[in-house]
């Protein structure tokens, strides 16, 4: 089955060295070694990063369940933010596509990737609670001041109830932005990311069957 291959820079400059097509080569010679079939590219170049504005990454975030597995050189080209890295690589393997960065030697293929990802995952869990609480307590700070609380909402109640049930069944949060989308009354453009915050902020969880 074919795999994502992921290549990203952040510069003009690095592009002129080269770094992009070093990232392919090094990509390529792990799939030849490999028991993939083949390899799409998704590109995004002079990009950083953290940008909204990354493309061939949003474009891949959008079919990831068409591959067998992403592959990235480093963990570094597919972002910079560790927390968005790691929910992102969570939600691979909520629709079992693997995830591997050749450079760290991370696949969760493996037990040993999978039980790291566990790890990670928990001290997300923790980090989440403690930002939750943060967010609790400037609420009540600017509730006292007598300041605005919360922002203003790009969905109403009854989508973010259809928004919540889809998670839980395991929906991916591109999936989700796409059918409240499609919605005759919907936004026009709802971002993956602000289905994830309202998911998040509501602690909605995919439910494993047992």
């Not at 992921?6 to 097509?21: A, C, L």
């Not at 972002?79 to 693997?98: A, F, W, Y």
């Not at 930002?131 to 007598?146: F, H, L, N, P, V």
């Not at 919605?183 to 909605?204: H, L, N």
Request: glycine letters at 6%; aromatic letters at 8%.
């Amino acid at each position: 089955m074919t795999v994502a291959a992921y290549v990203r820079v952040s510069t003009e400059q690095q592009r002129e060295d080269g770094s992009h097509i070093n990232q392919r080569e090094r990509i390529e010679a792990y799939v030849d070694r490999s028991e993939y079939d083949g390899i799409e590219w998704f590109e995004d170049i002079a990009v950083s990063g953290q940008s909204a504005n990354r493309e061939a990454y949003h474009d891949l975030m959008d079919r990831f369940d068409e591959f067998e597995a992403v592959v990235v050189r480093e963990l570094s080209r597919f972002g910079r933010d560790p927390l968005t890295v790691l929910q992102d690589v969570e939600e691979l393997l909520q629709s079992d596509t693997d995830f591997v960065s050749i450079t760290e030697d991370f696949d969760t293929s493996s037990a040993m990737g999978k039980g790291f990802l566990r790890m990670v995952g928990v001290i997300n869990g923790m980090y989440a609670d403690l930002r939750r609480e943060q967010a609790i307590k400037a609420a009540e700070r600017r509730k006292e001041q007598g300041l605005p609380v919360g922002r203003p909402k790009k969905l109403d109640e009854a989508f973010r109830a259809e928004a919540f049930d889809l998670r839980r069944k395991g929906v991916s949060y591109s999936a989700i932005a796409r059918v409240i989308e499609s919605k005759p009354d919907g936004p026009d453009e709802i971002s993956r990311e602000t289905i994830r915050r309202y998911c998040d902020e509501a602690d909605v969880e995919v439910e494993v069957e047992t």
